[in-house]
């Protein structure tokens, strides 16, 4: 019948006559149940003692700020060296993996930028090597006429020159002109 909370009941004054009665009879034969008993009495004795003195001192202002940060701040002996150990190695991994995605990430911009910049640069090379070729063709096919024309029949070289100037003019213009519209479709 040795039950602890009937101890506390007892010193608050908590129990009924009847239950009282029970267990000081218990009480009188168990040792066990009287050393608590005075235990539990002594210790509410102590605790009326001590706040009665009157050189109990007021907390700061600031106090319950003051622990918890200390709480929140001071962790010494709470964890062991093999849980920070533990941590550290699971904080690695994640640092790990995450720069692991992201250089993923990364590289996949880089290559598609890249290759669209490659395909910018061959589409106007392209574009420059086509110009400058029908260009030498179209010289080629001007200069052919043009001599046939100018230096058989007439025999002049500086009216030959200048026409093959201007014709070349009108001819990079032109060739200019055809393949912006292109471009642009």
């Not at 001071?74 to 904080?91: C, K, N, P, S, Y």
Request: charged content about 20%; glycine content about 4%.
């Amino acid at each position: 019948m040795c039950d602890r909370e009937q101890i506390v009941a007892y010193v608050d004054g908590e129990l009924d006559s009847a239950a009282q009665a029970v267990f000081e009879r218990h009480a009188e034969t168990c040792e066990s149940c009287r050393a608590d008993l005075r235990a539990h009495r002594l210790l509410i004795c102590e605790l009326d003692a001590a706040m009665a003195e009157p050189s109990y001192k007021k907390p700061p202002r600031d106090f319950a700020r003051i622990i918890a940060a200390h709480a929140e701040t001071d962790m010494r002996g709470v964890r062991t060296w093999q849980e920070h150990r533990q941590a550290l190695r699971l904080i690695l991994l994640l640092a790990i993996a995450s720069f692991s995605l992201l250089g993923v990430s990364a590289g996949n911009l880089m290559i598609g930028n890249g290759r669209a910049l490659v395909k910018n640069i061959l589409g106007l090379s392209s574009f420059l090597a086509k110009a400058v070729y029908d260009a030498a063709i179209s010289l080629a096919v001007i200069s052919k006429v043009l001599s046939q024309k100018f230096l058989v029949e007439t025999r002049s070289v500086g009216l030959l020159i200048i026409s093959l100037g201007v014709a070349l003019l009108l001819l990079s213009r032109l060739i200019v002109s055809y393949h912006r519209a292109r471009a642009l479709e």
